[in-house]
């Protein structure tokens, strides 16, 4: 395989690549080729992790555990350990550890970055997985981003995330990841935007939490983030903020 196959820039990926580049990474591509101020970043393909277990023996060993556990949620979270630490473990083929490191160069010299998890079944109609893997924040020097590489893919084992696909019927033997790679910016402050109002359902509005600093914090609950509901031509619907949030270069946020 051509190492196309194995890093992808966002450029050269969109919507229609969710199976190798996963949901987030789609989306970084769509937006990229929308013009918008995306961070540079490549992503490491799912076809990369399909490669890694194969390498590291892994496929016969994850089969026959997820057969033997069935659907005893205790047997499977037992395991799911097991992969996480047979996966740490692991080395990334030679030739994809050489794309991986070409990319990365190709960011600048020791470069600190976001290392993101991008599961090939992520928000889906029926059933959201965002957020259930693992991202690590600035990650800098080649060896950091490949051991961040492998625990994102072990995060694919992650009890939470097992328990949830177990809940919602979905298979575990044919997931794969896909991994984002992006250089991090130094925020005044982020946040996340719901193409729709997530309780009333409107599509023709939208709903902004933002908080100072990096969007972690608010993705994670580590904070209470303020909430803005807007219709998408940024007239004020509702809001809810403790504070004026000083906004610079987030026009959006002044728009509500």
Excluded at 13 to 26: E, R, S
Excluded at 191 to 204: K, L, M
Aim: charged residues 20%; glycine residues 10%.
């Amino acid at each position: 395989m051509s190492e196309n196959v194995y890093v992808k820039r966002f450029a050269e990926i969109g919507k229609n690549d969710v199976p190798t580049a996963g949901g987030k990474g789609a989306n970084l591509g769509e937006m990229t080729s929308a013009g918008l101020a995306v961070p540079t970043g490549f992503v490491v393909t799912s076809d990369v992790y399909r490669a890694f277990i194969a390498e590291n023996g892994l496929a016969g060993f994850i089969t026959d555990e997820l057969q033997n556990a069935g659907d005893d949620e205790a047997k499977l979270l037992s395991a799911a350990a097991k992969f996480r630490e047979r996966i740490t473990a692991g080395n990334l083929p030679e030739s994809v550890w050489n794309a991986v490191l070409a990319e990365y160069e190709k960011l600048g010299e020791n470069v600190r970055v976001a290392v993101r998890s991008s599961a090939t079944a992520e928000d889906l109609p029926d059933a959201s997985f965002a957020g259930q893997q693992e991202t690590y924040l600035n990650v800098r020097g080649l060896e950091q981003v490949k051991a961040r590489i492998l625990d994102c893919y072990a995060s694919l084992w992650g009890g939470r995330a097992v328990v949830y696909r177990q809940k919602q019927g979905y298979g575990q033997s044919g997931i794969a990841l896909a991994v984002v790679v992006q250089e991090m910016v130094e925020s005044e402050t982020a946040g996340v935007i719901f193409t729709a109002d997530p309780v009333s359902g409107d599509r023709g509005m939208m709903q902004i939490n933002a908080s100072y600093g990096l969007g972690e914090s608010v993705v994670s609950g580590r904070v209470t983030a303020d909430t803005y509901t807007c219709t998408k031509d940024g007239y004020p619907y509702r809001s809810f903020a403790p504070k004026r949030l000083s906004a610079q270069g987030h026009s959006v946020l002044y728009g509500c």
